[in-house]
């Protein structure tokens, strides 16, 4: 317990939940810096916000550059967090050269499996035993339309088994990891059946694979609670853990593009209040599937929807305010 400036007492968060789920946070190396002793208060599990993907430990062929990332796992050993792999394969965020042969054109399927291999064995193999659960494929799902998968790189060039090859790989790196398919609106009807499917599919060829996340980049307006409640149902069906992943509720609905604003109206400060409210006692009815709840990112102070999806706009999405002090929101979850 920490005390503020009006003498209530802060509980640490994740005791707040101690009983339900692990809670975590999204860290970067400026947050890990200057937030350190208000991610170890809150925070049992740790993912890094962008130091784990692909053009982050991999930019060139061969040249691997763990810094970063191995600064952030020698915090949470110092500290007892837990840690979630963020990303092995993904269409964003991912370097040119693994899908180019050496005269600059498009690579062969083999070419690009072991890229694929080699990246894995070395990612997952580095931290072997300390990372607790990978998201091995990122937002491989299309949003609409006819086709399930995702037209991608990874996806064009080795074909649709690009993902049973990526969590078999995973599964051979390290095989105590809990291995996990990751993606966004993952509570829309229409995706969520294309998510499902898509992972039946693996569970059914034998694929290694132990989780969904759900990212849960929602907001004020958006998904519904009966929505949440019924992908929640719908992924639980296939007898998988869920990890909520990249936990954040926009005070701006997606299409709203407005600029104006310097601070959250009190009108969203009362519906962030109600919404955390409502996610955070639906998780805890599902707390036997649902283990890990991690919010992207720690306080309002620094969050990438203040460039998503407007650039430069500022967004208030978290528990905790600019000033790292609780918000209602963070109040609501605890006086329940
Ligand atoms: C996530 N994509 C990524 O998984 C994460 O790695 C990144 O740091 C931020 C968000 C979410 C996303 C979205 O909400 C809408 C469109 C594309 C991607």
Redo the contacts with the bound molecule.
Sequence with gaps: MTKRADQREIPALFNVFENDFLIGAAVNPMTLQSQKEFINTHFTSLTS??NM?FENLQPEEGRFTFEQADELMAFAKQNGKTVRG??LVWHNQTPQWVFQNKNGGRADRQLVLDRMKEHIDTVVGRYKGQIQSWDVV??AVTDSGASRLRESNWQAIIGDDFMEKAFEYAHLADRDAELFY?D?NESDPEKREKIYTTVKDLLEKDVPIHGIGL?A?WSLHHPTLDHIRAAIERYASLGLKLHIT?MDVSVFAFDDKRTDLTAMTAKMTQQQMERYHQFFECFREYSDVISSVTF?GVADNYT?LDDFPVQGRKNWPLLFDQDLQPKESFWKLVNR
């Design positions: 916000e962008n993907k963020h990303t990122n937002e990751n966004y990212q980049h990249e992207w990438w």
